[in-house]
Protein backbone atom coordinates (compact mmCIF):
# COMPACT_ATOMS: atom_id res chain seq x y z
CA UNK A 1 0.00 0.00 0.00
CA UNK A 2 1.14 3.61 -0.97
CA UNK A 3 2.01 5.57 2.53
CA UNK A 4 3.90 8.91 3.80
CA UNK A 5 6.63 8.16 5.57
CA UNK A 6 8.61 10.53 8.12
CA UNK A 7 11.88 8.93 7.46
CA UNK A 8 13.68 11.67 9.62
CA UNK A 9 12.73 14.40 11.82
CA UNK A 10 12.60 17.67 10.36
CA UNK A 11 12.26 15.93 6.69
CA UNK A 12 9.74 16.21 4.44
CA UNK A 13 7.42 13.14 4.38
CA UNK A 14 8.00 10.57 1.40
CA UNK A 15 5.66 8.64 -0.32
CA UNK A 16 6.80 4.74 -0.23
CA UNK A 17 5.07 1.49 -0.90
CA UNK A 18 5.34 -0.18 2.54
CA UNK A 19 3.58 -3.55 3.51
CA UNK A 20 -0.39 -3.70 3.91
CA UNK A 21 -1.34 -3.53 7.16
CA UNK A 22 -3.38 -6.69 8.13
CA UNK A 23 -5.95 -7.11 11.11
CA UNK A 24 -4.95 -9.19 14.06
CA UNK A 25 -7.23 -9.80 17.15
CA UNK A 26 -9.70 -7.55 18.56
CA UNK A 27 -8.83 -5.30 15.03
CA UNK A 28 -10.12 -4.33 11.46
CA UNK A 29 -8.55 -3.45 8.85
CA UNK A 30 -10.00 -0.10 7.82
CA UNK A 31 -9.57 1.07 3.82
CA UNK A 32 -8.83 4.88 4.67
CA UNK A 33 -10.97 7.69 3.35
CA UNK A 34 -9.26 10.68 4.51
CA UNK A 35 -7.18 11.82 7.41
CA UNK A 36 -7.57 15.06 9.35
CA UNK A 37 -4.49 17.20 9.79
CA UNK A 38 -3.62 18.50 13.58
CA UNK A 39 -0.94 21.09 14.77
CA UNK A 40 0.54 18.08 16.52
CA UNK A 41 1.23 15.96 13.60
CA UNK A 42 3.08 19.20 12.29
CA UNK A 43 5.15 18.97 15.20
CA UNK A 44 5.64 15.23 15.13
CA UNK A 45 7.18 15.29 12.06
CA UNK A 46 9.80 18.65 13.08
CA UNK A 47 10.23 16.58 16.02
CA UNK A 48 9.03 18.76 18.55
CA UNK A 49 6.81 16.57 20.24
CA UNK A 50 8.52 14.29 22.38
CA UNK A 51 5.30 13.55 24.76
CA UNK A 52 3.70 11.67 21.19
CA UNK A 53 6.72 9.05 21.66
CA UNK A 54 7.15 8.54 17.85
CA UNK A 55 10.41 7.41 16.58
CA UNK A 56 11.19 7.20 12.90
CA UNK A 57 10.27 5.57 10.30
CA UNK A 58 6.94 6.10 10.95
CA UNK A 59 3.32 6.72 9.20
CA UNK A 60 1.60 10.10 10.53
CA UNK A 61 -1.78 11.01 10.96
CA UNK A 62 -3.94 10.99 14.40
CA UNK A 63 -7.48 11.20 12.62
CA UNK A 64 -9.20 9.27 10.59
CA UNK A 65 -12.52 8.31 8.19
CA UNK A 66 -12.83 4.78 6.30
CA UNK A 67 -14.61 1.56 5.56
CA UNK A 68 -14.16 -1.66 6.84
CA UNK A 69 -12.87 -3.99 5.02
CA UNK A 70 -11.67 -7.11 7.08
CA UNK A 71 -12.84 -7.70 10.57
CA UNK A 72 -10.05 -9.41 13.11
CA UNK A 73 -10.61 -12.39 15.65
CA UNK A 74 -13.04 -11.30 18.19
CA UNK A 75 -14.67 -7.82 16.96
CA UNK A 76 -18.06 -7.52 17.57
CA UNK A 77 -20.08 -4.71 16.33
CA UNK A 78 -18.27 -3.80 13.12
CA UNK A 79 -18.77 -5.76 9.27
CA UNK A 80 -16.70 -5.54 5.85
CA UNK A 81 -18.50 -1.84 3.98
CA UNK A 82 -19.04 -0.24 7.74
CA UNK A 83 -18.27 4.15 7.34
CA UNK A 84 -16.00 4.06 10.39
CA UNK A 85 -13.95 7.19 12.15
CA UNK A 86 -11.90 7.26 14.92
CA UNK A 87 -8.76 9.15 16.60
CA UNK A 88 -6.69 5.81 15.48
CA UNK A 89 -2.54 6.20 15.12
CA UNK A 90 0.15 7.95 15.15
CA UNK A 91 1.55 8.17 18.00
CA UNK A 92 3.82 5.82 20.07
CA UNK A 93 4.14 3.07 17.52
CA UNK A 94 0.83 2.72 15.95
CA UNK A 95 0.65 3.01 12.53
CA UNK A 96 -1.07 6.28 11.47
CA UNK A 97 -3.69 7.66 9.04
CA UNK A 98 -1.57 8.95 6.24
CA UNK A 99 -1.73 5.89 3.97
CA UNK A 100 -4.13 3.66 2.40
CA UNK A 101 -5.03 1.25 4.95
CA UNK A 102 -4.46 0.82 8.52
CA UNK A 103 -5.23 -2.06 10.75
CA UNK A 104 -6.85 -0.11 13.46
CA UNK A 105 -7.95 -1.31 17.41
CA UNK A 106 -11.99 -1.78 16.89
CA UNK A 107 -12.08 -0.03 20.76
CA UNK A 108 -11.24 2.82 18.97
CA UNK A 109 -14.03 3.16 16.26
CA UNK A 110 -17.44 4.02 15.91
CA UNK A 111 -19.64 3.97 12.78
CA UNK A 112 -19.38 7.54 10.84
CA UNK A 113 -22.43 9.64 11.63
CA UNK A 114 -24.86 9.56 8.71
CA UNK A 115 -25.39 13.06 8.25
CA UNK A 116 -21.73 13.66 7.40
CA UNK A 117 -19.59 12.77 4.77
CA UNK A 118 -15.98 10.90 5.35
CA UNK A 119 -14.03 14.05 4.54
CA UNK A 120 -16.31 15.98 7.53
CA UNK A 121 -15.98 13.14 10.00
CA UNK A 122 -12.19 12.30 9.76
CA UNK A 123 -11.83 16.36 10.73
CA UNK A 124 -13.49 15.77 14.07
CA UNK A 125 -11.69 12.36 16.32
CA UNK A 126 -8.90 14.60 17.91
CA UNK A 127 -11.16 17.47 18.52
CA UNK A 128 -13.64 15.95 19.87
CA UNK A 129 -12.49 13.58 22.22
CA UNK A 130 -10.27 16.56 23.80
CA UNK A 131 -13.10 18.87 24.11
CA UNK A 132 -15.66 15.77 25.28
CA UNK A 133 -12.32 14.60 28.09
CA UNK A 134 -12.46 18.10 29.33
CA UNK A 135 -16.02 19.36 28.94
CA UNK A 136 -18.11 16.62 29.58
CA UNK A 137 -15.89 14.10 31.43
CA UNK A 138 -13.93 16.45 33.96
CA UNK A 139 -16.10 19.70 34.57
CA UNK A 140 -19.26 17.73 33.75
CA UNK A 141 -20.75 20.49 32.06
CA UNK A 142 -24.81 21.21 32.32
CA UNK A 143 -27.34 23.55 31.85
CA UNK A 144 -27.49 27.04 33.64
CA UNK A 145 -23.79 27.35 33.36
CA UNK A 146 -21.52 30.11 31.98
CA UNK A 147 -18.48 28.06 30.12
CA UNK A 148 -15.59 30.12 28.26
CA UNK A 149 -13.87 28.39 25.67
CA UNK A 150 -10.42 29.96 24.93
CA UNK A 151 -10.00 29.89 20.79
CA UNK A 152 -13.12 29.42 20.32
CA UNK A 153 -12.90 29.63 16.49
CA UNK A 154 -9.75 27.04 16.39
CA UNK A 155 -9.44 23.38 15.44
CA UNK A 156 -10.69 22.35 19.27
CA UNK A 157 -12.63 25.38 19.96
CA UNK A 158 -14.77 25.50 17.42
CA UNK A 159 -15.81 21.63 18.52
CA UNK A 160 -15.79 22.60 22.14
CA UNK A 161 -18.47 25.80 22.14
CA UNK A 162 -20.99 23.00 20.30
CA UNK A 163 -20.66 20.63 22.77
CA UNK A 164 -21.20 22.94 25.65
CA UNK A 165 -24.25 24.75 24.17
CA UNK A 166 -25.57 21.16 23.22
CA UNK A 167 -25.48 20.66 27.00
CA UNK A 168 -27.14 23.40 28.31
CA UNK A 169 -24.52 25.93 28.86
CA UNK A 170 -24.22 29.79 28.12
CA UNK A 171 -21.40 29.79 26.29
CA UNK A 172 -18.47 32.66 25.32
CA UNK A 173 -15.69 32.31 23.33
CA UNK A 174 -12.13 34.20 22.78
CA UNK A 175 -11.19 34.94 19.51
CA UNK A 176 -8.77 37.44 17.23
CA UNK A 177 -10.80 39.94 15.55
CA UNK A 178 -11.26 38.32 12.35
CA UNK A 179 -12.70 35.36 13.74
CA UNK A 180 -15.62 36.81 16.29
CA UNK A 181 -18.29 36.27 13.49
CA UNK A 182 -17.53 32.66 13.69
CA UNK A 183 -17.50 32.38 17.17
CA UNK A 184 -20.76 34.60 16.96
CA UNK A 185 -22.24 31.89 14.26
CA UNK A 186 -21.25 29.19 16.92
CA UNK A 187 -23.69 30.52 18.96
CA UNK A 188 -21.40 31.84 21.72
CA UNK A 189 -20.73 35.40 22.68
CA UNK A 190 -17.98 36.63 21.28
CA UNK A 191 -14.84 38.37 23.34
CA UNK A 192 -12.24 39.87 21.58
CA UNK A 193 -9.16 38.71 23.52
CA UNK A 194 -6.55 41.31 21.56
CA UNK A 195 -8.31 44.23 23.54
CA UNK A 196 -10.46 43.07 26.29
CA UNK A 197 -8.75 42.14 29.53
CA UNK A 198 -9.82 39.12 31.47
CA UNK A 199 -10.96 41.50 34.31
CA UNK A 200 -12.95 43.51 32.22
CA UNK A 201 -15.24 40.65 30.82
CA UNK A 202 -15.09 38.74 33.48
CA UNK A 203 -17.00 41.74 35.06
CA UNK A 204 -19.31 42.28 32.24
CA UNK A 205 -20.25 38.76 31.91
CA UNK A 206 -20.14 37.41 35.15
CA UNK A 207 -20.50 40.36 37.42
CA UNK A 208 -17.17 39.52 38.73
CA UNK A 209 -17.89 36.57 40.21
CA UNK A 210 -16.23 34.32 36.95
CA UNK A 211 -17.36 31.47 35.13
CA UNK A 212 -17.97 27.98 35.96
CA UNK A 213 -16.11 26.27 33.75
CA UNK A 214 -13.10 27.54 31.61
CA UNK A 215 -11.63 25.52 28.38
CA UNK A 216 -8.02 26.19 27.62
CA UNK A 217 -6.88 25.20 24.18
CA UNK A 218 -3.98 27.52 24.17
CA UNK A 219 -2.07 27.15 27.32
CA UNK A 220 0.71 29.42 28.10
CA UNK A 221 -0.61 33.11 29.49
CA UNK A 222 -4.07 32.17 28.28
CA UNK A 223 -3.77 29.29 31.44
CA UNK A 224 -2.76 31.56 33.97
CA UNK A 225 -5.90 34.03 32.95
CA UNK A 226 -8.23 31.55 33.05
CA UNK A 227 -7.41 31.02 36.57
CA UNK A 228 -8.15 34.55 36.92
CA UNK A 229 -11.41 34.07 35.75
CA UNK A 230 -13.11 30.77 37.17
CA UNK A 231 -15.98 31.58 39.34
CA UNK A 232 -15.40 31.87 43.33
CA UNK A 233 -15.60 28.31 44.92
CA UNK A 234 -17.29 26.46 41.97
CA UNK A 235 -15.17 27.42 38.80
CA UNK A 236 -13.59 24.60 37.11
CA UNK A 237 -10.51 25.01 34.59
CA UNK A 238 -9.71 22.37 31.86
CA UNK A 239 -6.51 22.71 29.96
CA UNK A 240 -5.42 21.02 26.98
CA UNK A 241 -2.13 22.59 27.19
CA UNK A 242 -1.51 22.85 30.56
CA UNK A 243 2.40 21.76 30.38
CA UNK A 244 4.33 25.05 31.42
CA UNK A 245 5.07 26.31 34.71
CA UNK A 246 2.45 28.46 36.29
CA UNK A 247 0.95 30.01 39.41
CA UNK A 248 -1.86 27.99 41.14
CA UNK A 249 -2.14 31.11 43.65
CA UNK A 250 -4.84 33.08 41.57
CA UNK A 251 -6.90 29.66 41.51
CA UNK A 252 -5.99 28.57 44.90
CA UNK A 253 -7.21 32.35 46.18
CA UNK A 254 -10.79 31.64 44.38
CA UNK A 255 -11.15 28.46 46.19
CA UNK A 256 -11.63 26.77 42.18
CA UNK A 257 -10.51 22.99 40.53
CA UNK A 258 -7.95 22.23 37.63
CA UNK A 259 -8.11 19.69 35.44
CA UNK A 260 -5.60 18.28 32.50
CA UNK A 261 -6.09 16.97 29.52
CA UNK A 262 -4.07 14.14 27.59
CA UNK A 263 -5.99 12.70 24.64
CA UNK A 264 -3.23 10.71 23.40
CA UNK A 265 -2.83 8.62 26.49
CA UNK A 266 -4.82 5.40 25.44
CA UNK A 267 -3.06 5.01 22.49
CA UNK A 268 0.04 5.60 23.88
CA UNK A 269 -0.31 3.14 26.88
CA UNK A 270 -3.60 0.74 25.25
CA UNK A 271 -5.61 1.40 28.22
CA UNK A 272 -8.64 3.19 28.18
CA UNK A 273 -9.75 2.59 24.77
CA UNK A 274 -13.05 1.81 24.86
CA UNK A 275 -13.69 5.28 26.18
CA UNK A 276 -12.38 7.19 23.13
CA UNK A 277 -14.72 4.37 21.27
CA UNK A 278 -17.46 5.66 23.27
CA UNK A 279 -16.85 9.09 22.87
CA UNK A 280 -16.73 8.95 18.78
CA UNK A 281 -20.06 7.51 19.32
CA UNK A 282 -21.43 10.36 21.25
CA UNK A 283 -19.48 12.76 18.68
CA UNK A 284 -21.89 10.17 15.95
CA UNK A 285 -25.41 11.07 18.01
CA UNK A 286 -24.51 14.67 17.90
CA UNK A 287 -24.02 15.14 14.24
CA UNK A 288 -27.14 13.15 13.04
CA UNK A 289 -29.29 15.59 15.80
CA UNK A 290 -27.97 18.46 13.90
CA UNK A 291 -25.79 19.51 16.97
CA UNK A 292 -22.63 19.44 15.50
CA UNK A 293 -20.62 20.28 12.54
CA UNK A 294 -16.79 20.65 12.13
CA UNK A 295 -15.24 23.77 9.65
CA UNK A 296 -13.30 22.47 6.74
CA UNK A 297 -10.96 24.29 5.26
CA UNK A 298 -11.96 24.63 1.74
CA UNK A 299 -8.74 23.61 -0.09
CA UNK A 300 -8.41 19.60 -1.33
CA UNK A 301 -5.59 17.82 -0.29
CA UNK A 302 -3.73 14.36 -1.46
CA UNK A 303 -1.08 12.36 0.05
CA UNK A 304 1.23 14.07 -1.85
CA UNK A 305 0.38 17.24 -0.72
CA UNK A 306 1.13 16.85 3.10
CA UNK A 307 3.87 19.76 3.03
CA UNK A 308 1.52 21.74 2.18
CA UNK A 309 -1.13 20.90 4.31
CA UNK A 310 1.39 21.76 7.08
CA UNK A 311 2.53 24.45 6.12
CA UNK A 312 -0.73 26.03 6.40
CA UNK A 313 -1.68 24.76 10.16
CA UNK A 314 2.44 26.07 10.91
CA UNK A 315 1.50 29.25 9.31
CA UNK A 316 -2.00 29.95 10.80
CA UNK A 317 -3.18 30.08 7.80
CA UNK A 318 -5.83 27.52 7.28
CA UNK A 319 -9.50 28.28 7.72
CA UNK A 320 -11.23 25.18 9.09
CA UNK A 321 -9.86 22.10 9.87
CA UNK A 322 -7.42 20.60 6.95
CA UNK A 323 -8.70 16.87 5.67
CA UNK A 324 -6.00 14.88 3.00
CA UNK A 325 -8.12 12.65 0.98
CA UNK A 326 -6.22 9.26 0.92
CA UNK A 327 -8.67 7.26 -1.58
Known sequence: MRAMVLEEFDTPLVLREIEKSAPGPGEVLVKIASSGVNPLDAKIRAGKAPHAKRTPPAVLGL???????????????F???????????????????????AAVDARLLARKPASLTLREAAALPLAFITSWEGLVDRAQVHTGQKVLIHGGAGGIGHVAVQIARS??????ATASPS?????????????DYTTTPVEDYMAEYTGGEGFDVIFDTVGGTVLDNSFKAARTYTG???????????SLAPLSFRGATYSGIFTLLP???????ERHGDIMREAAALADAGALKPMLDPRAFTLT???????AIESGAARGKIVIDIN
Open 63 to 77: DMAGVVEKVGVGVDG
Open 79 to 101: APGDEVFGLTGGVGDVQGSLAEY
Open 167 to 172: RGADVF
Open 179 to 191: RLEVVEQLGATPI
Open 236 to 246: HVVSALGWGTH
Open 267 to 273: LLTGRGR
Open 305 to 311: DIAAAHE
